[in-house]
């Protein structure tokens, strides 16, 4: 299967500062690229969706200022947590289909988990 | 809406004991419908995925089944190394890309 990795792991802040999350897909180029977050004993809720080349389009009540997302090449998106604040400590999974779009599997990455201190 | 109601929520099974777990779904189109296994602090894995009624695939212990409104996961004869969260997920025709809806997961526990 293809495979999605994410750095870092682990990430621990102080409140106030930012964070930035890479994703990458290391054997398939992704012109789309999903971010979730998940909260212990929850399932995934995706955050955003990552489109290479133009803007990220958010799902609703997720704020696009606060969680910035950036895909810059076919095989990387970014996600920066900023000015983060204890309630943002979450474990943040990014995912990625082959190909272009129809019947593609999502990849997933390992995960990062982030606590906001 | 897509909607995905996975049950049950946790499953113990002794080291042997064959199961199912369901997966019940609502949307309006089904491009295709999911399953991963998920352990903590990990992503998840992709294990199968289905496109139509009546559709089954097969992965060592797994098997994945999947009408018009549910899809099961059998589990034959589980061992210790199969506990973890199986998550269900569809992806609904008109949505654009490769959006998934997930459900709860059901956390599954196998005892030796």
């Known amino acids: 299967g293809a495979v999605v990795s994410q750095h870092p792991s682990r990430v621990i802040c102080k409140s106030g500062t930012s964070v930035k999350i890479e994703c990458r897909s290391l054997?398939?180029?992704?012109?789309?690229m999903f971010w979730y977050r998940q909260f212990p004993k929850q399932s995934l809720m995706l955050m955003a969706t990552?489109?290479?080349?133009?803007?990220?389009?958010?799902e609703q009540g997720v704020e696009k200022d606060k969680f910035l997302i950036n895909h810059a090449s076919l095989t990387l998106s970014t996600l920066t947590v900023t000015s983060a604040h204890p309630e943002d400590s979450s474990f943040y999974i990014c995912?990625?289909?082959?190909?272009?779009?129809?019947?593609?599997?999502?990849?997933f990455g390992p995960g990062t988990r982030l606590l906001v201190l | 809406e897509d909607q995905v109601t996975q049950s049950p929520e946790a499953l113990r099974l002794q080291e042997g004991e064959s199961s199912s777990l369901n997966c019940s779904y609502t949307?309006?189109?089904?491009?295709?419908l999911f399953w991963y296994r998920q352990d903590p602090g990990k992503g998840p894995e992709f294990l199968f995925t289905?496109?139509?009624a009546g559709e089954e695939k097969e992965k060592e212990r797994l098997k994945a089944t999947l009408t018009k409104k549910e899809s099961f996961l059998h589990i034959t004869a589980p061992k210790p190394e199969d506990s973890a969260t199986y998550l269900c997920?569809?992806?609904?025709?008109?949505?654009?890309?490769?959006?998934?809806?997930f459900g709860e997961g059901t956390q599954l526990t196998v005892n030796p």
């Open positions: 054997d398939f180029q992704a012109t789309t």
């Open positions: 995912s990625a289909p082959p190909g272009t779009g129809g019947q593609e599997t999502q990849y």
């Open positions: 289905l496109y139509s």
């Open positions: 997920a569809v992806q609904a025709i008109e949505t654009s890309g490769s959006r998934l809806t």
């Open positions: 949307v309006s189109g089904l491009r295709g």
């Open positions: 990552s489109n290479e080349g133009s803007k990220a389009t958010y």
